[in-house]
T-cell receptor, first 110, second 114 residues
Framework: DGGITQSPKYLFRKEGQNVTLSCEQN?????MYWYRQDPGQGLRLIYY???????QKGDIAEGYSVSREKKESFPLTVTSAQKNPTAFYLC?????????FGPGTRLTVL | GEDVEQSLFLSVREGDSSVINCTYT??????LYWYKQEPGAGLQLLTY?????DMKQDQRLTVLLNKKDKHLSLRIADTQTGDSAIYFC??????????????FGTGTRLQVTL
C-alpha cells in the first residue's frame, strides 16, 4: 500500500527537550511538507522540501529544524527554542496537483 | 496578506444538501482545493478545481468557483452522517513546479443531524 506514515501518533516530552517527529512516504513524491495545526485554526507551514538535500522555511520555521537525506523521509525536530510546541503536526507530500497528508502526530510538552 | 476565510460551523439534516463557502485573496491562485479532516486524523484531499474552470462535479461533490468575487464553494448532495467532519479550503500561493505552497482556511465544522 502506498501512503504517508507518521510516528509516533502521540508524543509527550518535558519542556526544554528536543524531539524528532518521523515522516515517511512510499509514493515516490519529490516534495514533502510539515504543517502545524492548533485547535480551531487552519494549517500553518513550517518547512517544505522540493528535492533531496534541499528545504525551505515556511511561515513559522522558528524553533524547528528538518533534514532531507532520502527522498522517502523528512523528519522534523522541534527544538527547545520553540516557545509553544504543543500542537498537532501533519506531514504531507506532493507530485503535481494536490498534497497528500499523513495521519499526524500529537505532541504534548509537559 | 494571504487570508482564506470560512464560516466556522454548519449544521444540516441527513439527506439534505450542504454548502460550505470559502473566500480567498490571491487572484493568481492556480488550483483551489477542498480537504476533509475527521477527528484526530490527517487531511483527506476531496477535490480541486483549476482556476480557469467555473464548476467541477465529482459524484456527490460539486465545486463552484467565482473568480470575480474570489469565492469558492463545496456542495455535498444527500449529506450523510459520515460526512460529519471539518472541511478546509486551500489556495495555491506559490508553485515552483515541484512543490506548491498552500494557504488553508480555518475550517468549517459540518455537523449532520438525523
Amino acid at each position: 500500500d502506498g501512503g504517508i506514515t507518521q510516528s509516533p501518533k502521540y508524543l509527550f516530552r518535558k519542556e526544554g527537550q528536543n524531539v524528532t517527529l518521523s515522516c515517511e512516504q512510499n509514493l515516490n513524491h519529490d516534495a514533502m511538507y510539515w504543517y502545524r495545526q492548533d485547535p480551531g485554526q487552519g494549517l500553518r507551514l513550517i518547512y517544505y522540501s522540493q528535492i533531496v538535500n534541499d528545504f525551505q522555511k515556511g511561515d513559522i520555521a522558528e524553533g524547528y529544524s528538518v533534514s532531507r537525506e532520502k527522498k522517502e523521509s523528512f523528519p522534523l525536530t522541534v527544538t527547545s527554542a520553540q516557545k509553544n510546541p504543543t500542537a498537532f503536526y501533519l506531514c504531507a507530500s506532493s507530485i503535481g496537483t494536490g498534497q497528500y497528508f499523513g495521519p499526524g502526530t500529537r505532541l504534548t510538552v509537559l | 496578506g494571504e487570508d482564506v476565510e470560512q464560516s466556522l460551523f454548519l449544521s444540516v439534516r441527513e439527506g439534505d444538501s450542504s454548502v460550505i463557502n470559502c473566500t480567498y485573496t490571491d487572484s493568481s491562485s492556480t488550483y483551489l482545493y477542498w480537504y476533509k479532516q475527521e477527528p484526530g486524523a490527517g487531511l483527506q484531499l476531496l477535490t480541486y478545481i483549476f482556476s480557469n474552470m467555473d464548476m467541477k462535479q465529482d459524484q456527490r461533490l460539486t465545486v463552484l468557483l467565482n473568480k470575480k468575487d474570489k469565492h469558492l464553494s463545496l456542495r455535498i448532495a444527500d449529506t450523510q452522517t459520515g460526512d460529519s467532519a471539518i472541511y478546509f479550503c486551500a489556495e495555491t500561493v506559490l508553485n515552483t513546479g515541484t512543490a506548491s505552497k498552500l494557504t488553508f482556511g480555518t475550517g468549517t465544522r459540518l455537523q449532520v443531524t438525523l
